[in-house]
C-alpha cells in the first residue's frame, strides 16, 4: 500500500493552515487510506479570500514581465518535483506514472506557454481632441474550482491566465484528489508572493461556498454539466464571472476508406485513455457500415492485449475509475444495457479485485436513444454504432445538448474536414482526437460549457475591459 507521511496543509496567504477538521483520501486502485486531507471550514474560507483580497493591489500593480516570470517559476516548480507528484497523484487519481507525468508536465507547459500571452491594448481613437483606448484589467479574486481527472493540469488551465491578468486566486481541486494540489502549494510558498494562489480543500460543502462568496469576483469551473448549471445559478446573486468547463458525449465519425488495422488503436485509444474519464474521450463511435465488422474485430482483438490494474505497477496502461461515485454510475450505465439486452463485445462482468476496476466494455451497435449513447460514461464503456450515409452519422453526432468536441477520420483529408466543419463541437479533430495547446482555444458548445480556456481569448476571460478616454486639449480658462 501506497501511504504518505507528510501531513497535507492548505495554503492560505502564503502559510500552511491545517484543515477545522479532515477527511479521508484513498487510493481508487485497492479502496486503502493514502492520507488525510484537510476540510476548510467557513471561516478558513474567508481567510483565504481575504489574504487574496490584501495580496491584489500589489499583484496587479506588479509589471506583467514579474507575472510572466511566476509562471515560469511554477513551471519549473513543477517540473523539478516531477518524481513526487507523479507518484502522490498516480496514488489519489489511479492514472499510471506516465499519465501522471503527462498531468504534472502539461501542467507546467500551460504555464510556460501561457506566460507568452500579451493582454492587449486597442487604440479606439486618436484624434487631436482625445485619446481613447480600450485595456484589459484584472477582475479581483478569481475562486477557481478543479474536478479529478486531470488534477493538476486542469488547475494550470485556470491559474497561469488568472495570475498572468492581474488577478489573485483561491483554488480548490476536488475532494477526491486533493493531495496533489496541496503539495503544490506547499511547493510554492515563497515561490509566490503571500496569498497570490490559496489552495483550499474540503468536501461538497466547500464548492457552493466558494460560488456564493461575496469576497470572489469570478468563478472558473471545470466539472459536470450538472453541477456547472448550479454554479451559475449561484454565481448570479453576485453576478460574478462564470467560465464553466463541462461535459462531453464527443462522436468520432469513422469513414470507410480508412485503414482499420492501422487506425484501430488510435481509436481505441481515443475512447479509453486515462480509462475514459476525459472530457473529450471519443464517447460514441459511428463506424461506417463497411469497415464495422473489421473494425469491431480490430478494436476487440487490441483492447485484449491492454493492461489494466495499479497504475504505480510498471506496464499498467489503464488503471481504476477514480471514485466510488462514478464507479457507481458507470456500473448502472452497464447495468442498463444488460438489462436491454444489448449485445456485447467485450466486457459487462464484474471486477473481482479491490478497487474500482470496470474491465474495458464494448456494446455492439445499441440503439440511438439508449443510456450508454445519449449519456456522458466518463468510463472504460464504449457504444460502437453503424451508419450507413454521412448526413444520417452527422445528425447523430450534433443530436445532443452537449457539444464539446468531435472527430472524423477518413483518408480523404478534405472530405474529412468538410464533414468535421458541420459538427457542432467546440474543438473538432481530423485523423486525431484530444490533441490541444496552450495557444489554442478551448471550450464548450451548447451545455458543455460557457465561455474557454487557452489562447487569447482564454486569458481575456480573467479580465473586464476598460475603456479610457483622454481629452488632450485644455479646458479654456473663463
Ligand atoms: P463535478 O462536477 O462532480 O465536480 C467538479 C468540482 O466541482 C469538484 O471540485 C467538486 O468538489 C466541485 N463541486 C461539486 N458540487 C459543487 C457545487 N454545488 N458548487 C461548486 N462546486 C461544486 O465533476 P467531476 O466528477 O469532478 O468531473 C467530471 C466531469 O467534468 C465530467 O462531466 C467531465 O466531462 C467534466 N470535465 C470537463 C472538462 C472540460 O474542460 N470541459 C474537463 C475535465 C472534466
Known sequence: ????????????????????????????????????????????????????????????????????????????????????????????????????????????????????????????EDTPERRGETRRVPLGVVGAIAPWNFPVLLAMFKVAPGLLAGNTMVLKPSPFTPLTTLKIGELLRGVLPDGVLNIVTGGDALGPLMTSHPGIDKITFTGSTATGRKVMASASATLKRVTLELGGNDAAIVMPDVDVEAVAEQLFWAAFKNTGQICIATKRMYVHKDIYEPLKTALVAYAKTVKMGDGAEQGTQMGPIQNHQQYKRVLDLIADAKAKGYDFLMGGETSTVPGYFVPITIIDNPPEDSRIVQEEQFGPVLPLLKFDNVDDAVARANASDYGLGASVWSADVDKALAIGSRLQAGTVWINETQYITPLGVFGGHKQSGLGAEGAMEGLMEYTNAQTIYVKKAQPVAA
Do not use: Y
Not at 483580497?53 to 516570470?69: L, Q
Open 1 to 124: 500500500m501506497t501511504s504518505f507521511n507528510s501531513d497535507f496543509t492548505m495554503t492560505i496567504g502564503g502559510k500552511a493552515v491545517a484543515g477545522a477538521s479532515s477527511f479521508a483520501v484513498l487510493n481508487p486502485a485497492n479502496e486503502q487510506e493514502i492520507a488525510q486531507a484537510p476540510d476548510c471550514s467557513a471561516e478558513q474560507l474567508d481567510q483565504a479570500v481575504a489574504a487574496a483580497r490584501a495580496a491584489f493591489p500589489a499583484w496587479s500593480a506588479t509589471p506583467i514581465e514579474k507575472r510572466r516570470e511566476a509562471l515560469l517559476a511554477i513551471a519549473g516548480v513543477l517540473a523539478a518535483n516531477m518524481d513526487e507528484l507523479k507518484r502522490l497523484l498516480t496514488s489519489e487519481q489511479g492514472k499510471n506514472h506516465e499519465d501522471a507525468i503527462f498531468d504534472v508536465m502539461g501542467g507546467a507547459m500551460w504555464c510556460q506557454a501561457g506566460s507568452t500571452l500579451e493582454l492587449p491594448v486597442h487604440v479606439v
